[in-house]
């Protein structure tokens, strides 16, 4: 039987590391702010952002709010961004996504400083993970690399497979798993023999937004399992990309859903906040 890798414990860990950390700068007088941005009112990004503004008073960073109406425009947007970029009392900004259609999202990610960039999605701070050089790092891969260090999981030398290659997940965490040296293949829609490829990781990420999908059949014996996904079951209840009631009698370690990789996200933010101080000296 897997041992359950618990997600919550390490996240309030780190959120109290932050905690220390921001009331350090505090008594050198430094303040930090993260403005958080969010146009209409989609119910899961106001969970989302009601989370980070929980979190930003547990560790004492001052977060502003811009709720902004369903009919801003792009101009506006871009705007209000500028403004926030050039405020030196500001330090990291954040665009909840998804945007409403009308939105060029790609132009709004780009338009934030990547000194302030603390979801880390700019381009620029994705071209810095994949030279090995400073940046925001993405908030959820991020957070796996944190579980599976403080879960004392040895990466160097292992076969790591990363189910999924999207922007936010699957090609940071490729670039993350590489940065600490595990050997790395990344899979997706179009990959062939599947499961094949996934019984050969020691470590399989799994992040393809499909509940239950990873079923034992996909997992080596006593593999380390990451489950990134997430989704609400008809029951209410949630789940993840794996099966995890099957998989966790054959996995060597694995992620729950809820309590699993999902806390680390917004850790990460909060760490990203203090880490922007560094980055803007
Ligand atoms: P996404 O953008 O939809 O990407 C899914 C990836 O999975 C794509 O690369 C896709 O391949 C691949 N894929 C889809 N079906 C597949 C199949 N049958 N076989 C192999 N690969 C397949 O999703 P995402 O944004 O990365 O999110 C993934 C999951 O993580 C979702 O459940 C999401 O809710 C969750 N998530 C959780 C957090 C958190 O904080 N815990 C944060 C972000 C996301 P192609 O590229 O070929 O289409």
Avoid: W
Wanted: charged share 25%; hydrophobic share 40%.
């Amino acid at each position: 039987m897997a041992v359950r890798i618990d997600g919550k414990m390490i996240s309030a860990q780190i959120k109290d590391e932050v905690k220390a950390q921001v009331e350090a700068y505090k008594k050198e007088g430094k303040e930090i702010t993260l403005a958080v941005i969010q146009v209409g009112n989609d119910p899961a990004s106001s969970v989302y952002v009601g989370n980070k503004k929980k979190a930003c008073e547990y560790v004492g960073i001052r977060s502003l709010a811009y709720e902004l109406d369903e009919k801003t425009t792009q101009q506006e947007l871009l705007c209000l961004i500028s403004e926030l970029n050039s405020r030196a009392d500001v330090n990291g900004i954040l665009v909840q996504l998804p945007l409403p259609k009308h939105f060029n999202e790609e132009e709004i990610l780009l338009a934030i400083s990547p000194l302030k960039d603390v979801d880390g999605f700019h381009p620029m701070n994705v071209g810095n993970l994949s030279i090995g050089k400073d940046g925001f790092v993405s908030c959820t891969p991020a957070g796996v690399i944190e579980l599976l260090k403080r879960t004392g999981i040895e990466m160097e030398g292992k076969e790591c497979v990363v189910l999924g290659r999207s922007n936010i997940v699957g090609k940071p965490m490729a670039m993350l798993m590489l940065r600490e040296n595990a050997t790395v293949t990344v899979c997706h829609s179009r990959t062939k023999n599947l499961k094949e490829i996934t019984k050969r990781a020691d470590i399989l990420i799994v992040a393809i937004g499909k509940p239950c999908f990873v079923t034992a059949d996909y997992v080596k014996e006593g593999a380390t399992v990451i489950d990134v996904g997430i989704h609400r079951k008809e029951d209410k209840k949630l789940c993840g990309d794996v099966a995890f009631d099957e998989v966790e009698q054959i996995a060597g370690a694995i992620t729950p859903v809820p309590g699993g990789v999902g806390p680390m996200t917004i850790a990460m933010l909060m760490k990203n906040c203090v880490e922007s101080v560094k980055l803007q000296k």
